[in-house]
């Protein structure tokens, strides 16, 4: 049986389409199996191709992105849908509803007036780390062995042994640690979060007695969007944060896209500051920026909540309020309910967590420490 990874290009752009298609045929492992120039047709050759993997533009005529997504996602559940979008306020709402109706990530468009070489190098580097997950699931779904039907898992709470070596050793199950009420929540979140954000945040409901910040992996223009549906989704005060936007009880600051977000004691008011330093862990904002500012300048005790993600943004920001504050306890998104488990796994295999829970367990929990 083949192994590779067979994509189908769905773009309205011709120019798109070709930078596109020449990416995906230059990958090792990745095979271009169709095209199509909107979402009707794209249907069409998906029940005669079977792709893996669908990567579809946002904005298109006769069927969108965002119908053509639901279909492909009620009429072909195992195939995956990575967007396609360009940078605009419009296309940003609509990909938030896409991410939301179940497309794995999204990626934007680079501007292809600066070039097909600017722009097909812009895509590849997007694209690469994603077309590497899903090629990951892709084999574990070819080689993994029926599971018998179960009741549906129980919350577990976990506790990981530091790994010894560089070697991660299995994680030892352990009752639940008395960890004490949190001055502070802090949320890290990548590829999947803004679909773990939104029910993390439900089910901690509104009337939260902490403030709230997280940083979202995600480009400027998208984090506004995001803000406003997950605040539409959770009955929680949810704002994209501002320059000196001060840390209120209850409500949530979210990391504006291309900023990088770091805590502040401004004349003894707690706030937010912006800054547009260089990338850390390849992102601008990074997790590791916001958690080690606190570990420096905060001085009640801390929440840090790391959830789906690439990469390892985060870990280091945990370890630092762990060192810095005592009252740092660590809440990490388990295996199996991440879209991507790198970010977790990164803290757990650092022997940094707390406790580590399915996604629909993590809301109610915060709610119970934060009572």
Do not use: W
Not at 322 to 331: D, E, F, L, M, V
Not at 354 to 370: F, H, K, S, T
Request: aromatic share 2%; proline share 7%.
């Amino acid at each position: 049986m083949s192994m590779s990874l067979k994509v189908m290009v769905v773009d309205d752009s011709l120019t798109y389409r070709s930078i596109l298609k020449r990416l995906v045929e230059n990958l090792a492992g990745v095979e271009l199996i169709a095209t199509a120039s909107n979402g009707k047709i794209a249907l069409a050759k998906i029940a005669e191709c079977q792709p893996d993997l669908v990567l579809l533009d946002v904005t298109m005529p006769e069927m969108d992105g965002l119908t053509a997504l639901k279909r492909i996602r009620a009429e072909f559940p195992g195939v995956q849908v990575v967007m396609v979008s360009g940078l605009s306020r419009d296309n940003a709402d609509i990909v938030m509803q896409c991410l939301s109706s179940g497309a794995m990530e999204f990626v934007t468009k680079p501007i292809a007036s600066q070039g097909m070489a600017s722009a097909s190098a812009a895509l590849r580097k997007e694209l690469l780390p994603i077309l590497n997950i899903v090629v990951a699931k892709l084999l574990v779904r070819r080689n993994k062995q029926p599971i018998p039907a179960s009741r549906p898992r129980p919350a577990q709470i976990t506790k990981p042994t530091r790994p010894a070596s560089g070697t991660a050793q299995p994680v030892a199950r352990a009752p639940a640690r008395a960890l004490r009420k949190p001055d502070l929540l802090l949320i890290g979140s990548s590829t999947g979060g803004p679909v773990a954000l939104a029910q993390v945040l439900k089910g901690m409901g509104p009337g939260m007695r902490v403030p709230i910040l997280i940083v979202q992996h995600m480009p400027p223009v998208f984090t506004a969007s995001l803000a406003a549906q997950l605040e539409r989704s959770s009955g929680t005060s949810v704002k994209e944060a501002e320059e000196g936007d001060e840390l209120v009880p209850g409500n949530v600051l979210l990391a504006p896209g291309g900023r990088h977000m770091t805590f502040e004691n401004t004349a003894g008011k707690p706030v937010v500051a912006l800054n547009d330093s260089p990338r850390v862990n390849g992102c601008r904002p990074a997790v590791d920026v916001l958690f080690g500012s606190v570990a420096e300048r905060f001085p009640g005790r801390v929440l840090s909540l790391v959830l789906t993600g690439m990469g390892q943004d985060g870990a280091n920001g945990v370890e630092a309020l762990k060192r810095q504050n005592g009252g740092c306890a660590c809440i990490v998104q388990d295996e199996a309910s991440c879209v991507v488990y790198g970010m977790p796994r990164a803290v757990n295999e650092r022997g940094l967590a707390d406790e580590v829970l399915p996604l629909e367990a993590i809301g109610d929990r915060i709610r119970q420490l934060c009572a």
